[in-house]
């Protein structure tokens, strides 16, 4: 409750909208893992249209428009510059809380460092999913250490 009244705010000050795109999942079947567009015609795609009603939410005119919103609440610290690389889950942590490993951007060769005492972590960035991130950073997929 206390989030969904933070976002109407948000809403009110043009720094949201309703995300008004179709909701579905989609998967496909293939017999490689590279989906380039010489590959897409022997693809089989399935989706499945989802029928419930929730209201979804994308920052206008990008994401960093939810990170501004977020800075400027009282007792939030913002930190820019770094990169989640993995998610430590409540029940590893000491505190029973989230805890995230990040990287600075800046410097390939830092160490990781961990953050925690989170009581939730809200995911914003499709690369947290994407298996992209082998290919860029030779390192899973950050949600993948979520479990």
Avoid at 83 to 103: A, I, M, N, S, Y
Wanted: net charge negative; with cysteine; proline share 5%.
């Amino acid at each position: 409750p206390e989030f969904e009244s933070l976002v109407l705010r948000w809403d009110k000050i043009g720094a949201v909208a309703k995300w008004k795109g179709r909701v579905a999942e989609l998967s496909a079947v293939s017999n490689t893992t590279s989906f380039s567009n010489d590959v897409l015609d022997e693809i089989q795609v399935m989706t499945t249209e989802t029928t419930d009603t929730m209201d979804r939410w994308v920052g206008t005119p990008g994401m960093s428009a939810v990170c501004k919103c977020l800075e400027s609440l009282k007792g939030l610290t913002v930190r820019k510059g770094v990169r989640v690389c993995g998610f430590q889950r409540p029940e590893t942590c000491v505190d029973g809380k989230w805890g995230l490993e990040l990287h600075p951007t800046a410097d390939p060769f830092a160490d990781r460092e961990v953050v925690g005492g989170f009581d939730v972590v809200v995911v914003s960035d499709k690369s947290m999913a994407s298996t992209r991130t082998l290919k860029l950073y030779g390192e899973p997929p950050p949600l993948e250490s979520a479990g």
